[in-house]
């Protein structure tokens, strides 16, 4: 065991308080833990694939700047042409860039619960964190987030729409109140985009202080860990600084390319997915015990028995699929269990092992 003396000589206090982020194994499981994209791609698609990586010089450092991507997710987002575009290594990446790029002891300000990379990355550089309670129905607390805004000046805001890990689409107008009010940066974090019919996409020419971040991890690539930023060009010039050279591999940029390049097949995955959500809302909602929530996202949030959420979702482990306990959490989340709609075969595995987990 190494001395306790030689952690905290090397290590800032803030990383040694830090939990580390647990991924659950998952083998031998279904896996409905994580809001990946179930389906694989045709065969037809997966051979043209492979030819295009024939041709990648994998002894040659890919471009820095990913411009044929780049100029690629300009058209398949629609992005304005006002924006410049920053890549990043999934989008922790971009938010740690983000964050990095603050003076020190800058206040970050988001909503309790959202997604835990906000909290994590900023407590680890030494930032101030501020978690906003969302109302009992997960939306957002405007009062409470224009007077958080007024007292602390954050520097950086981070909205997910949808949020996650709740589902839910935030008022437009509430966030509007809050860009407006910000003298910082406003984060608004669309990784779930695909399944949602909102953006802030198209507000970009109308606020110096937004930005939109976007992933191409829900839509089906999660395995590229590519996530994406768009803004004023000025902002992007400054956060490029701090984006390591050569971040974006060139696998990854090749394939992204190409898979964007075939918007049909993952459009009709994104539909098929947003389909099989509404029946298992549907299913949910009929079962007496479960309190499910709708969902603009590719998961759907539900509230348990009291005290029982994490008998439940050992039960439902124990029957081979695998969810997310949220219970630990607290708050709002309390009582909570999270499941990424799947395949209609695994969501029907799902629905029988929670019910099984009932009786």
């Not at 394939?255 to 389909?275: E, G, N, R, W, Y």
């Not at 949910?284 to 969902?295: D, F, Q």
């Not at 969810?323 to 799902?350: H, M, P, W, Y």
Request: glycine share 6%.
């Amino acid at each position: 065991m190494m001395q306790s003396s030689l952690i905290s000589s090397l290590f800032r206090k803030e990383v040694q308080a830090l939990s580390a982020y647990k991924v659950a194994d998952a083998k031998g499981l279904i896996k409905l833990d994580a809001m990946e994209n179930p389906y694989s791609w045709p065969e037809e698609l997966k051979n043209q694939w492979v030819e295009e990586l024939k041709d990648c010089e994998l002894n040659r450092y890919p471009d820095p700047e990913a411009r044929l991507l780049a100029d690629t997710l300009r058209i398949h987002d629609a992005i304005p042409e006002c924006c410049d575009i920053l890549l990043g290594n999934g989008s922790d990446e971009i938010i740690q860039m983000l964050l990095m790029a603050l003076t020190p002891g800058a206040a970050v300000l988001s909503t309790t619960p959202s997604f835990v990379m906000y909290r994590q990355i900023s407590l680890s550089l030494g930032l101030y964190f501020h978690g906003i309670a969302l109302q009992d129905d997960f939306g957002l607390d405007v009062p409470a987030m224009l007077a958080a805004i007024a007292q602390h000046q954050p520097a950086v805001i981070f909205l997910a729409y949808p949020n996650n890990p709740t589902g839910n689409l935030f008022e437009a107008e509430a966030v509007h109140r809050i860009i407006k009010a910000s003298s910082g940066l406003v984060i608004i974090d669309e990784a779930y985009a695909p399944f949602a019919d909102a953006s802030f996409m198209a507000q970009l020419a109308n606020y110096d202080n937004l930005l939109v971040m976007r992933t191409l991890s829900k839509m089906g690539l999660a395995g590229l860990r590519l996530g994406y930023l768009m803004g004023h060009p000025d902002l992007i010039q400054q956060l490029n600084k701090i984006r390591l050279p050569y971040n974006i591999n060139i696998l990854s940029q090749v394939s992204a390319k190409f898979a964007l390049t075939h918007p049909t097949v993952f459009d009709t995955q994104s539909q098929m997915i947003c389909k099989h959500r509404r029946h298992v809302f549907e299913q949910l909602s009929g079962i007496p015990e479960i309190t499910a929530y709708p969902s603009s996202a590719n998961f759907i949030l539900f509230r348990t028995p009291l005290d029982q959420a994490d008998s439940i979702f050992s039960a439902i482990k124990q029957q081979g699929v695998l969810i997310k306990n949220l219970s630990a959490q607290g708050g709002l989340l309390r009582d909570c269990l999270r499941v990424t709609v799947g395949t209609e075969t695994e969501n029907e595995a799902f629905i029988n092992a929670l019910q099984n987990s009932l009786r």
